[in-house]
């Protein structure tokens, strides 16, 4: 149930880029991008500011050699969850702020039938850009084992640039395939779930080299663990 909260909450949470993560290299992006977090709720149920609350207004990606780390943050400036990514693990890795245990997912294992159309290439925020949209199919047992569908638009930065080979392992979600088109940051991603739109967009980025404790998840060893 909650591996499929977290794909249908922040699908796009996987999706961005690929290369050698040992083979750090200036002509890849590193340093941090900052995101403006909206929600467009299908029905009453789910009050926007709510979801802000719950879920995050704003996303501060820290980037270095494929591994990241994603900050989502509540309107107060609380920090409500976390999720990293790291390659040499092999694993994905998410904590909210009201639990000590860490929830992981091996990125090597495709449990989720995702096809995904690249877009002709366009301009967004003066980035040159390439436009992906993906469609994943889900289930599990908070929905009755019935599958649900949950799509997606990525736009990625073609001068932020990424290396296809760091997510040659990061079969979850078709990430490998995906990878090898997108080549960028994404700057913009929209996540259409069951019930709310959210969309993530760019508004600030800093070129900086980034310290590989800033990517790493804190008392990581003495954290109860679960799988999704």
Not at 156 to 185: C, H, M, R, T
Request: with cysteine; net charge positive.
């Amino acid at each position: 149930m909650k591996r499929v909260l977290v794909l249908v909450v922040c699908f796009a949470c996987f999706s961005f880029m690929c290369g050698n993560q040992n083979t750090p290299t200036r002509d890849y992006f590193e340093g941090q991008v900052v995101y403006d977090i909206t929600y467009t709720p299908y029905s009453d149920s789910y009050p926007i500011e709510r979801l802000k609350e719950l879920i995050g207004s704003k996303m501060v990606l820290t980037f270095k050699n494929g591994n990241y780390k994603k900050e989502y943050y509540a309107p107060n400036g609380e920090l409500v969850q976390e999720r990293f990514v790291q390659l040499k693990h092999d694993k994905s890795y998410f904590r909210t702020k009201d639990s000590d245990t860490v929830y992981w997912v091996d990125i090597t294992i495709n449990d989720t039938k995702t096809t995904f159309t690249v877009l002709k290439d366009t301009v967004v925020m003066n980035h040159p850009c390439r436009i992906i949209t993906t469609k994943s199919t889900v289930s599990g047992e908070g929905f009755e084992g019935k599958p649900i569908e949950v799509k997606g638009v990525t736009t990625y930065a073609q001068d932020l640039p990424v290396n296809p080979k760091w997510y040659n392992n990061f079969y979850e979600g078709n990430f490998n395939e995906i990878s090898k088109e997108g080549k960028g940051i994404a700057i913009v991603t929209v996540n259409k779930g069951m019930f709310w739109e959210q969309t993530l967009s760019m508004t600030s980025v800093t070129h900086r080299k980034v310290k590989n404790k800033e990517i790493k998840i804190k008392n990581l060893k003495s954290a109860p663990l679960k799988q999704l």
